[in-house]
Nanobody, 120 residues
Framework: QVQLVESGGGLVQPGGSLRLSCAAF????????MGWYRQAPGKERELVAS???????KYADSVKGRFTISRDNAKNLVYLQMNSLKPEDTAVYYC??????????????WGKGTLVTVSS
């Protein structure tokens, strides 16, 4: 059974930095796109950043220049480096990945989320 487990969330002051990590566990053959989403209270879940298996990246306009997504394909890990954090970045951050783990097709998986709070 495949699981995505996030870590690295917490409380940080405005202007500070955090690094989120997400590890994929299970009998995994390959992982296609990986990404980070976030959901703030009272708002819909939104894409923050994504990265393909080849390393191509996409970012939400609100985080461009501040956040960096990266991955370690050998270890089935994806990271989100968040710099110059703002109070509006406060949200639960979710890891997402398209994983081939024994079934015919890639299946989309979600982690349980990690809370990031930006406040003084």
């Amino acid at each position: 059974q495949v699981q995505l487990v996030e870590s690295g969330g917490g409380l940080v002051q405005p202007g500070g930095s955090l690094r989120l990590s997400c590890a994929a566990f299970g009998a995994i053959f390959s992982i296609n796109d990986m990404g980070w989403y976030r959901q703030a209270p009272g708002k819909e879940r939104e894409l923050v950043a994504s990265i393909s298996s080849g390393g191509s990246t996409k970012y939400a306009d609100s985080v461009k220049g501040r956040f960096t997504i990266s991955r370690d394909n050998a270890k089935n890990l994806v990271y989100l480096q968040m710099n110059s954090l703002k109070p509006e970045d406060t949200a639960v951050y979710y890891c997402n990945a398209d994983i081939h783990a024994g079934s015919v097709n890639y299946i989309n998986y979600w982690g349980k989320g990690t809370l990031v709070t930006v406040s003084s």
